[in-house]
């Protein structure tokens, strides 16, 4: 148990569909992460916030909309996606956003047909 | 831009040390990570260092910095079943650069019995 709590675990959906993502953590922390693990890549960076604002988005495409409607709430909504999005969604969440511990969500298994 | 190599699998005698290596190319303050990922979970916090440190030992484990080489490395003494998993080196660039860490591939490491 980290902390960090994702839901739901797996999912389902079609490429009509829309669904949420959601990321929970009570440790006060005021950064939080999404993170897209694909088969054979690295771990990539999707969006931060901090202090409910965000602060990055690497370019990732609009069907993927993130929300933190509060310091220990997450959500990533998911409209339109394509088979390559299939893939874990990891959340994360540090004290801030300079370092220390980044503690880490099970992920949600995302598989789009 | 910042790069994180690892070698993708590693294989030990279980009761061995298990020595997981890792390079980075950022030269700035920075965190340093291992995480441990076990099938079909999330990534798991094992061990952080700054890296004005270079070296910190957690029980089993023992991180090694070598900060003018860019060298870090994951050593896992009397090496279990339990231990296999993938291991990710990732980084933290705290200068003012890109939120978030960057990870590396992963190391798989298989235990021979």
């Known amino acids: 148990e980290t902390g960090v709590t994702q839901t739901p675990r797996h999912l389902v959906m079609g490429m009509t569909n829309k669904k949420s993502l959601k990321c929970e953590q009570h440790?006060?922390?005021?950064?939080m992460y999404w993170y897209k693990q694909s088969a054979k890549k690295p771990l990539e960076l999707m969006f931060v916030?901090?202090?409910?604002?965000?602060?990055e988005n690497n370019s990732v495409p609009s069907r993927f909309s993130p929300e933190c409607p509060n310091s220990s709430h997450l959500f990533l909504h998911l409209h339109t996606l394509q088979p390559e999005d299939s893939a874990l969604y990891l959340c994360a969440s540090s004290q801030d956003r300079w370092g220390g511990e980044a503690f880490f969500g099970q992920g949600t298994r995302l598989t789009v047909v | 831009g910042e790069d994180v190599e690892q070698s993708l699998f590693l294989s030990v005698r279980e009761g061995d040390s298990s020595v997981i290596n890792c390079t980075y190319t950022?030269?700035?303050?920075?965190?340093l990570y291992w995480y441990k990922q076990e099938p079909g979970a999330g990534l798991q916090l094992l061990t952080y260092i700054f890296s004005n440190m270079d070296m910190k030992q957690d029980q089993r484990l023992t991180v090694l910095l070598n900060k003018k080489d860019k060298h870090l490395s994951l050593r896992i003494a009397d090496t279990q079943t339990g231990d296999s998993a993938i291991y990710f080196c990732a980084e933290r660039d705290t200068g003012g650069g890109a939120d978030g860490l960057t990870f590396g591939k992963g190391t798989h490491l298989i235990i021979q019995p």
């Open positions: 916030y901090s202090l409910e604002e965000r602060v």
């Open positions: 950022d030269s700035s303050s920075t965190y």
């Open positions: 440790l006060g922390h005021n950064a």
